[in-house]
């Protein structure tokens, strides 16, 4: 099929045509054309059906603001629904279809909701679906949900790839229009460091759409001697394909770069970036969007903005229409006609709101000055206009210009409020900028093309020299101010037709009259109500509409009536760009410890915990659940010896003079009088009594400690104690670095864990137990020299170690354990057996230190030293935190052995019902125990120590169990730890 | 009873790629030391740095070199500096010690870090997709060191040259900063 609307110039490459594919036909276009204009090349105007009536619709701009032209690109899992046809780049290959259709674009059968119209008016949702309720999730709902959208989404994941990066620069230029590109320029020569982006392809902005003259000879010229500076000048970078489309705060801006959506495969490489730039200034010349007028079915395919009517004929080469009318309230509408005029398009009438003479001749045009139009006619295509004089003119295609609006977005991306500017009729940007902002150019409401360039390289300058460079004006090149004079005209009301503000959202000035009448005058309660200026567009071409037929709707003036609020991001960006890399495992990084490969090896089952995998337990061939595998490691262990990966445990080394007084004051308990060679166990409680963390902190040297946290506090604890040593006690000699990665820790415990040691232990180190008794530690070396940390401690309750070694040597020295403990049987067990094993010895961990109990509660009350003062120690002297009826930590076993415990289930006295009333504690961790041959539980129960050998039921009414408890100590296992002193 | 000799293991099996003219690899071999400043002795410890490596401490986000290239010291935060020197033994604090005396508090940091070396022409655009900082030689030049946040994981980077850059990660998590940089190298090259 030929190009049969393509007419001479434009900045198209005829040398290169292209093929694409709409709707499942093959057409034509060039290098450098949109969808949009390749469609209309290829005389395809009818692109689309709305949002609530399936009206067909047709392309209306030649940028981001469009509202209609919504189409999905590419096939498969590829498929991106509501892409704008105006801002994607055509290339080779393309596949695009339209949507929001049931049957074909054509005939679609939803187009029935036309002909309800009446029923379906501003804010019918609230008024329609109210009765009967429950209709609403059954009926109406999913009607709502299958009528709704536009396009769809594959379905399937994304194949391609998105990245995120990080950009700093002196001063960001936002939009290579002429302001932009004079910005650039100016601050590019200073030396500042300058990113100058745009979301077009071709930078240039407006100029590639006009036939502007600059310096005497054509604008594209001039824009292309720019850039070539600019590309010449190392401390600038042009970013094209980039859309800025947030300011946050500090100079910090959100862009998303288009890499490869112009081409047929993204060949491995990112497909979008989304670019977080660190700016000291910002130049915003986004430029400004023109807006249409409110008039009888000014929807109609065919029906386009003026400017982008001439930028399709301009830039591209395109005519839009054979046969066009131009419907005006100001001058810039002129050039349309008399633009298309030169190209030998044939102006049909020239229709201006505003009375008095002409600007300007257009050969063979009917002009109407002081007119307006109140109807169009064609349902597929617009094919006549009905003027007010009543005469109808034939067209097939109407430009319409309402004035423009300057891109004031991102100046009100932190609230704030635009200006009124009666001489262009348009909000232009307030007072409140954002920190390092400037504007300049149609963006500040300057539309005429001089001023754009005087403006551009004053800003430039300014960023420049705020920050202390030396910036010269660069030459303002020559242009003259064409004429732009508006008188404001928004709304035929003699239209007797739905004249249409957002076409998007399909709303008409009826349907904001009618939200006016019904009370909805702000017009922040007029957008939810009506959904003006909702969606992808963000109501780009409808908003000032919208608040200009409010605004006399209800007798006041625009700035009266005031605007809704910007927020970002200015044109949408994909989900996928925010997710950028964090897909599946990459979600977040996962933490291994040194002997991983080994436990994989084993086929350990892994556990998440924090963000390290440990292992959970080491199922052997067999068995087939993993209770046989933990009861397995743990009756080995107790039997023999096992061993377990410990290196998770945060490690911290403290050195300092001051170290001992140090962690007397950040423990509950006393460390100031602990020996060297010697580790205990600490509490520490937060400064409101409750306990924080627990773990073993171990003295090497007069003045080196090094402490053990829970896996899960490793990062808090540390945290705290930086803010204890920094801001509470800053005059004290103390120094902390984690230590946790520096060494790989595994536990030794069993009757055999000594003998087992003593193999790899080198002969110089006596570990009996004379020697080295319980809770004792020392540096060491093992396998021949390599030094190592030896401490002898116990969370199982059986004899035991941990060791630690360089994480170089974690694998090598899981290895060595393994083959030591051949002989022994030795198994390595996983952080079930272990939490078996510390349930047996009714040691607290995660769930017991829960941020809700006190060293009280768990039993550990008097530890909490009176003879010096630490952290937490006043506040867990609290009444409420020392009742006589307070929790307290006890064991709970079945009366019936066979049962299952539940942890969570609430503990309620026999014969009651379960409430909140009669709500006495609650179960926190139950294991089956193997030693023991039963269920056993740990948990907190009021005056618990007291009731030992007292029958309650552990109710649990979430899964409907109740059982009876018998209260017992925690300490189910070896209650005098003995083993542990073996 | 094996040979219980223990084998010493890199965090990332010496890892080395090369990507057109840029080049990542694993840097093993070295020994890290963090010195820590005691109360009132920053004097002290000024003059026994000098005097064992004829260099000064660094301020906080700099770096010195001493011994004629032999060792490295960047400031990490107020009161603490790291030494980075090329040794292969497992005892890296006394190497310090010897030099230093009790000037200062040691804590071994060799085995806590993954080192990754980034170099040639696409470093400073690979390192843009996932390092927040500004590495741009005039505000990040040689020799110039900080502490940052890379795709979640705590990152130390270290400007050598005009496009090498040092940078350490977690040990633990080695395989998903090495991941996150090679990606990066990816989506540039």
């Known amino acids: 099929m030929s190009q049969r609307m393509r007419i001479n110039g434009g900045i198209v490459d005829r040398s290169k045509p292209l093929s694409f594919e709409f709707d499942g036909k093959q057409l034509q276009g060039f290098a450098g054309d949109t969808l949009a204009s390749a469609l209309l090349a290829n005389d395809i105007r009818f692109v689309g059906r709305s949002f609530k009536y399936h009206r067909p619709r047709g392309i209306f701009t030649a940028g981001p603001e469009e509202p209609n032209a919504l189409v999905q690109l590419r096939r498969g899992p590829y498929q991106e629904p509501n892409t704008r046809a105006t801002v994607a780049e055509l290339y080779d290959g393309l596949h695009a279809a339209s949507q929001n259709y049931r049957g074909s674009l054509n005939f679609d059968l939803m187009a029935v909701n036309d002909l309800f119209a009446p ?47 990080f950009l700093h620069c002196d001063i960001l230029v936002i ?216 005469t109808t003119v034939p067209v097939d295609c109407l430009a319409v210009s309402g004035g423009w609006s300057p891109n004031v977005h991102l100046t009100c991306h932190q609230r704030g409020r635009p200006d009124w500017a009666d001489e262009i009729a348009a909000f232009v940007p307030g007072k409140d900028l954002p920190v390092g902002m400037s504007v300049a150019g149609a963006a500040k409401g300057a539309l005429t093309l001089a001023a754009c360039l005087q403006e551009g390289a004053k800003a430039g300058a300014q960023a420049a020299q705020d920050l202390g460079l030396t910036a010269s004006m660069a030459e303002i090149p020559e242009a003259s101010d064409e004429a732009s004079a508006i008188t404001p005209f928004w709304h035929v009301t003699e239209s007797k037709g739905r004249a249409w503000i957002d076409l998007q959202n399909d709303v008409t000035a009826k349907d904001v009259q009618l939200a006016k009448r019904e009370g909805y005058r702000s017009v922040e309660l007029l957008k939810r109500y009506t959904t003006l200026g909702m969606a992808t567009d963000q109501g780009k071409t409808a908003n000032v509409l919208g608040l200009a037929v409010l605004a006399e709707a209800s007798g006041k003036s625009i700035p009266e009536t005031g605007t809704t609020i910007f927020r970002p991001p200015y044109t949408p960006v994909p989900i996928a760009a925010f997710a950028g890399r964090s897909r599946g495992k990459d979600f977040r990084p996962t933490r291994l410890t040194p002997g991983h490969e080994w436990a994989a090896e084993q086929g350990a089952v892994f556990v998440e915990a924090g963000m390290w995998l440990r292992g959970q337990w080491f199922p052997k061939p067999g068995e087939t659940h993993w209770r046989e595998s933990v009861d397995r490691e743990v009756l080995a262990t107790r039997k023999s010896v096992g061993i377990c990966d410990v290196t998770t445990l945060g490690k911290i080394d403290v050195q300092g003079r001051d170290a001992a007084e140090f962690l007397n004051k950040v423990y509950a308990n006393g460390f100031a009088k602990l020996p060297v060679g010697k580790v205990r166990y600490g509490l520490m409680l937060r400064e409101d009594g409750m306990v924080m963390d627990d773990g073993t902190t171990a003295r090497l040297s007069e003045n080196h400690f090094v402490m053990t946290t829970t896996t899960a506090n490793a990062v808090g604890v540390f945290r705290h104690m930086e803010f204890c040593r920094q801001c509470l006690w800053p005059d004290l000699d103390v120094h902390l670095i984690s230590a946790t990665e520096q060494f790989a820790q595994y536990a030794v415990a069993g009757p055999n864990a000594r003998k087992l040691l003593q193999k790899i232990v080198d002969p110089e180190f006596d570990i009996s137990n004379d020697a080295f008794p319980f809770m004792g530690c020392g540096e060491i070396t093992v396998c021949g020299g390599t030094p190592a940390r030896l401490f002898r401690i116990s969370f199982s309750g059986e004899l035991a170690y941990e060791i630690a070694v360089p994480s170089r040597y974690g694998d090598g020295l899981i290895r060595a354990l393994m083959a030591a403990g051949e002989e022994f049987d030795a198994v390595p067990y996983g952080t079930e057996a272990l939490s078996v094993m510390r349930i047996e010895k009714g040691h607290p961990a995660g769930n017991e230190l829960n941020g809700q109990t006190t060293a009280r509660d768990m039993g550990m009350g008097r530890m909490v030293s009176k003879k010096k003062d630490s952290i937490g120690s006043i506040l867990s002297e609290r009444p409420e935190l020392n009742r006589e009826d307070g929790l307290a930590l006890v064991g709970f076993r079945p009366v019936d052995r066979a049962r299952q415990l539940k942890s969570g289930a609430h503990f309620i006295p026999k014969g009651k019902t379960p409430s909140l009333e009669n709500d006495e504690g609650w179960m926190t961790s139950v294991a089956y125990s193997p030693t023991l041959g039963h269920s056993i539980g740990l948990g907190f129960i009021k005056r618990g120590s007291d009731r030992l050998g007292e029958t309650i039921v552990a109710a649990d009414p979430i899964r409907g169990e109740s059982i009876e408890v018998e209260i017992v100590s925690p300490h189910f296992f070896d209650p005098e730890g003995e083993r542990v002193r073996a | 009873m094996p040979d219980m000799t223990l084998k010493p293991k890199t965090p990332l099996n010496g890892y080395s790629e090369t990507f057109g003219a840029t080049v990542l690899e694993e840097i093993a071999g070295m020994g890290l030391v963090s010195i820590a400043t005691p109360r009132g002795g920053v004097d002290a410890l000024q003059g026994a740095v000098q005097s064992a490596y004829g260099c000064a401490l660094p301020p906080t986000g700099s770096s010195t070199i001493g011994n004629d290239g032999a060792i490295r010291l960047m400031g990490l935060q107020p009161g603490q500096v790291f030494a980075l020197f090329a040794y292969d033994g497992d005892t890296a604090v006394t190497e310090i010690e010897k030099a230093l005396g009790d000037n200062g508090y040691y804590t071994d940091q060799s085995d806590s870090w993954a080192m990754l070396h980034l170099s040639g022409s696409a470093a400073i655009d690979a390192l843009a997709r996932i390092c927040p900082l500004d590495l741009d030689a005039s505000v990040f030049p040689d020799g110039t060191v900080a502490r940052t946040v890379m795709e979640h994981m705590g990152v130390i980077v270290l400007r050598e040259g005009t496009d090498g850059f040092l940078l350490m990660a977690a040990r633990s998590s080695a395989a998903n900063f090495l991941h996150a940089v090679e990606q990066s190298v990816r989506n540039v090259t």
């Open chain 1, 119 to 165: 029923f379906l008016s501003a804010g019918f949702y609230y008024k329609t679906f109210m009765w009967p309720q429950a209709f609403w999730e059954k009926v109406y709902e999913p009607a709502i949900r299958a009528s709704a959208g536009l396009g769809r989404l594959s379905g399937k994941d994304d194949p391609d790839i998105y990245d995120k990066g």
């Open chain 1, 175 to 390: 939009g290579a229009g002429p302001a932009g590109l004079m910005a650039a320029l100016t601050a590019g020569r200073s030396g500042a460091r300058v990113i100058l982006a745009d979301e077009d392809f071709a930078p240039g902005g407006r100029l590639n759409a006009e036939t502007h003259e600059i310096n005497g000879g054509d604008a594209q010229g001039w824009t292309a001697s720019v850039l070539s500076e600019l590309k010449s000048l190392p401390n600038v970078r042009l970013m094209k394909r980039t859309t800025v489309y947030g300011a946050y705060d500090h100079g910090v801006y959100g862009a998303l770069e288009k890499s490869t959506d112009h081409l047929p495969m993204s060949g491995g490489k990112p497909r979008q970036i989304l670019w977080r730039i660190y700016s000291k200034r910002a130049v915003l010349c986004a430029g400004a969007t023109e807006r249409s007028i409110a008039f009888g079915n000014n929807d109609r395919p065919g029906v386009m903005l003026a400017g982008a009517v001439r930028a399709y004929a301009n830039r591209w080469g395109v005519a839009p229409g054979r046969n066009v009318a131009i419907f005006t309230n100001n001058d810039d509408g002129w050039r349309t006609a008399t633009d298309l005029a030169a190209k030998g398009v044939s102006i049909a009438a020239v229709i201006d709101t505003r009375s008095g003479a002409a600007p300007a001749d257009v050969a063979g045009a009917t002009i109407a000055m002081g007119a307006s139009i109140v109807d169009t006619k064609g349902r597929k295509g617009i094919s006549a206009v009905t003027l007010s004089n009543g």
